[in-house]
Antibody
Framework: QVQLQESGPGLVKPSETLSLTCTVS??????????WSWIRQPPGKGLEWIGY???????NFNPSLKSRVTISVDTSKNQFSLMLTSVAAADTAVYYC????????????WGQGTLVTVST | SFVLTQPPSVSVAPGKTARITCGGN??????VHWYQQRPGQAPVVVVY???DRPSGIPERFSGSNSGNTATLTISRVEAGDEADYYC???????????FGTGTKVTVL
C-alpha cells in the first residue's frame, strides 16, 4: 500500500526557510487520480491545510500562507517538497504530508509527521 | 474562508454512543470527511463522503450530513476510541481545504 515519509531539519532559525521532503512508496506521484498535500499541526492545536500540488505542478495554497509557501514535485524521485520562507515561532508544528483523492477530496494516507521547531 | 466548528470535548461511557458535530454554513451541500487522531499519531480517515467507511474501519463509526451540521457517530464506544476527531471539507469555490476545530473524545 502507499506510504509517505517526511524528512528534513527539525530545527530552523527565525527568518530562515523551512524545507521538507515527502517520499512516496508503493504508489506514484505521477498518478492523475491524486494530489499531494502538506498539512501542519502546532503543538496542542488543530490541523491546518498548507497546500497541494498535482503531478503536472499545478498547485493551490492556504491564503494565510500563500505568500510564503512553495510546493514542488519531482516525479523522477517520487517525491514532493515544501518550502516555507521567513519562518517565525508560530510556524513551529508537526508537518504532515498526505495524499488527496480527487473527487472525494479527503486525505489518505498520511505520513507519520515531522516536528519542526523554529528557534535560535 | 469556510469555518467548521466542533465542540472541544465529548465524554462517553464505554458501550454508549458518542456523537460529534461539525457545524458550517450549509455544510449539507458539501462532502464531509472525518479523521481520528490518537495521541502522537497521524490522523486516519474513519468516514469519507459524509457516511462512507474505508476498509478496516469498524461499522461502529457512521456519519451523516444535513443542513448546517454534520455528525460523526461512534456506537458501542470502546476505550480505544479515545482520540481527537476532526471534520474536513473542500470549499469548492476556492478549492481550499478546511479542517474543523477538533473534538477530544474521552471514554469514562
Amino acid at each position: 500500500q502507499v506510504q509517505l515519509q517526511e524528512s528534513g531539519p527539525g530545527l530552523v532559525k527565525p527568518s530562515e526557510t523551512l524545507s521538507l521532503t515527502c517520499t512516496v512508496s508503493g504508489g506514484s506521484v505521477g498518478s492523475g487520480n491524486y494530489f499531494w498535500s502538506w498539512i501542519r499541526q502546532p503543538p496542542g492545536k488543530g490541523l491546518e491545510w498548507i497546500g497541494y500540488i498535482f503531478y503536472n505542478a499545478s498547485s493551490n495554497f492556504n491564503p494565510s500562507l500563500k505568500s510564503r509557501v512553495t510546493i514542488s514535485v519531482d516525479t523522477s524521485k517520487n517525491q514532493f517538497s515544501l518550502m516555507l520562507t521567513s519562518v517565525a515561532a508560530a510556524d513551529t508544528a508537526v508537518y504532515y504530508c498526505a495524499r488527496g483523492r480527487f473527487g472525494s477530496n479527503y486525505f489518505d494516507p498520511w505520513g507519520q509527521g515531522t516536528l519542526v521547531t523554529v528557534s535560535t | 474562508s469556510f469555518v467548521l466548528t466542533q465542540p472541544p470535548s465529548v465524554s462517553v461511557a464505554p458501550g454508549k454512543t458518542a456523537r460529534i458535530t461539525c457545524g458550517g454554513n450549509n455544510i449539507g451541500s458539501k462532502s464531509v470527511h472525518w479523521y481520528q487522531q490518537r495521541p502522537g499519531q497521524a490522523p486516519v480517515v474513519v468516514v469519507y463522503d459524509d457516511s462512507d467507511r474505508p476498509s478496516g474501519i469498524p461499522e461502529r463509526f457512521s456519519g451523516s450530513n444535513s443542513g448546517n451540521t454534520a455528525t460523526l457517530t461512534i456506537s458501542r464506544v470502546e476505550a480505544g476510541d479515545e482520540a481527537d476527531y476532526y471534520c474536513q471539507v473542500c470549499d469548492s469555490r476556492s478549492d481550499h481545504y478546511v479542517f474543523g476545530t477538533g473534538t477530544k473524545v474521552t471514554v469514562l
